[in-house]
């Protein structure tokens, strides 16, 4: 029999992701779960909404009462030293309040926001209260917030057509509270590396990398658990950020199909990293 551990033993930080699930295992909650492991950092989740999804596409969603989402967090936080939180899809306007209420009851240290506002078709996913609730009840509580482009153009509204434009729109970004900015670029036309923004009103960083030509499924939520692993292991936001955006790229790289469809789903254990 395994002998328990002494008293004094120190408690591990956790992350915890409140976003949706997918069944088929390669974004959401899942991938977060995943890439919190790979990390090493104990995850937990509190699921926003359920899905039923594959490679192919989001075939049905189910959004669980605000309340039960509610006692997921509670007991989360009731029990474990939460580090850094997450935030994926949370599917409308009262899910979204109801994360800012008890992310302003529990102040986490950090906050990484993924606002998942636009569908790969580019479909948009929150309707317009939503969209305000998102501006102005949950981009002031993240420590950084880490959207594509055609979410930033939703956020702005404004058009980002190139890397000047990118960068332009950093200080919009900023305004609307978060304390850093991760700017994703994969969806900019071109051979070129793809680069993306880190800004933290101090300074602007690149992070390029080589592009890969494959479609993926998962890469946004990884980058943001990634980012709240790192936190977890205690770097900065600019050395989370920049480990993350590694991180997808190596899991990308090393991606596979587990479906019927040409779509990869990372690999996030072969991309763990060492050490």
């Known amino acids: 029999m395994t002998s328990p551990l002494p008293a004094n033993t120190p408690v591990p930080v956790s992350a915890l992701t409140i976003a949706g699930s997918d069944s088929g295992g390669g974004a959401g909650i ?19 909404a359920l899905t039923a999804q594959h490679t192919r ?51 986490p240290e950090y906050v990484v926001l993924d606002p998942v506002m636009v569908a790969t078709s580019g479909a948009r996913l929150l309707e317009a209260s939503a969209l305000d609730a998102m501006r102005t009840r949950l981009l002031p509580l993240a ?12 956020l702005l509204g404004t058009a980002i057509d190139d890397l000047a434009g990118m960068h332009a ?21 071109g051979h070129g590396d793809v680069v993306d923004l880190f800004a933290d009103g101090m300074q602007v960083r690149e992070i390029a990398h080589a592009r890969l030509r494959v479609d993926a499924h998962g890469t ?11 936190l977890c292991l205690g770097r900065s936001l600019e ?5 993350a955006a590694d991180y997808v790229h190596a899991a990308l790289r090393l991606g596979y199909r587990p479906g019927r469809s040409e779509v990869l789903v990372l690999d996030h254990f072969g991309a763990a990293p060492h050490g």
């Open 57 to 107: 596409g989001v075939t049905a969603v189910h959004v669980p009462d605000t309340g039960f989402l509610r006692a997921q967090i509670d007991a989360c936080f009731d029990d474990f030293d939460v580090r850094a939180v997450k935030l994926g899809m949370l599917a409308n306007a009262e899910v979204i309040l109801a994360v800012a209420d008890a992310l302003e009851h529990y102040r």
């Open 143 to 154: 420590s950084l917030v880490t959207p594509n482009l055609p979410e930033a153009e939703l």
């Open 169 to 189: 729109a950093l200080d919009g970004l900023s305004a609307l509270g978060a304390r850093a900015v991760l700017l994703k670029g994969g969806h900019l036309p």
């Open 30 to 48: 899942q991938a977060d779960l995943k890439t919190f492991a790979a990390h090493r950092v104990h995850g937990l989740s509190a699921l926003a």
């Open 220 to 230: 946004g939520c990884t980058l943001a658990s990634a980012v709240a692993a790192n």
């Open 239 to 243: 050395d989370a950020s920049v480990a």
